[in-house]
């Protein structure tokens, strides 16, 4: 069984402060997705990584895949209110299998 | 990207009750699953719909419980059968397009 550990778990951070989660998982993915969800809405696709070492950027959002991919991370610079949700990572191979999620809170 | 339609949104429902699902998206996708999810938590893969045939289960989900259609391919439904508060969730369906997946909004299942 293919497992993705993320963490924190949760994290609650002051608005313009910067942050990190993680995804990690023991096996490797042809790809890796990350996810937010906010109450009551389905997961919407946020990036998706394809090779080893990859570094996307998506305004105040960096996402890295690991040089092995079988990890990855996600760092928000100047958090905003709006950023709050429950972030997912899922690797792609011919299903999603989804990180067990982190559920972040920034406070204005 | 694909837009998926998820009906009902909620539902409260009696126990040894079934509930029906349906999931309709604005185009053809690859594939359809369905996942179940406790509120606040991550997703589980319950099964992946195959247009015509026999959906694909996970371990751990089996038919009589979970049926599955997808009679073409830009709808499904997933049926929760016998019910127990066991299975008060939130059910969701996705699509799958290439690099892409699509999700519906949820259906909350709550079980009394």
């Known amino acids: 069984t293919q497992l993705l550990e993320q963490s924190p778990q949760f994290l609650s951070i002051q608005e313009g402060e910067n942050l990190t989660v993680y995804c990690n998982s023991s096996?490797?993915?042809?790809?890796l997705q990350w996810y937010r969800q906010e109450p009551g809405e389905g997961p919407v696709l946020l990036v998706t990584?394809?090779?080893?070492?990859e570094v996307k950027k998506l305004k105040r959002l960096t996402f890295q895949f690991g040089d092995a991919r079988k990890d990855s991370s996600l760092h928000i610079t100047a958090a905003q209110p709006g950023d709050t949700g429950l972030y997912l990572c899922a690797g792609v191979s011919e299903k999603l299998t989804f990180g067990t999620g982190t559920r972040l809170t920034i406070i204005p | 990207s694909a837009v998926i339609s998820q009906k009902p949104s909620r539902d409260i429902c009696q126990r040894g009750t079934s509930l029906t699902i349906q999931c309709q998206v604005d185009?053809?996708?690859?594939?359809m699953f369905w996942y179940r999810q406790q509120p606040g938590q991550s997703l589980t893969l319950i099964a992946t719909a195959n247009q015509g045939s026999e959906a694909t289960y996970e371990s751990g989900f089996v038919i009589d419980k979970f049926p599955i259609s997808r009679p073409n391919l830009t709808f499904s439904t997933l049926t929760v059968s016998n019910m127990s508060p066991e299975d008060s969730s939130i059910y969701l369906c996705s699509g799958a397009w290439g690099y892409g997946y699509t999700f519906g909004s949820g259906t909350r299942l709550t079980v009394v």
């Open positions: 185009s053809q996708v690859t594939m």
């Open positions: 990584v394809v090779t080893g070492g």
């Open positions: 096996s490797v993915f042809s790809s």
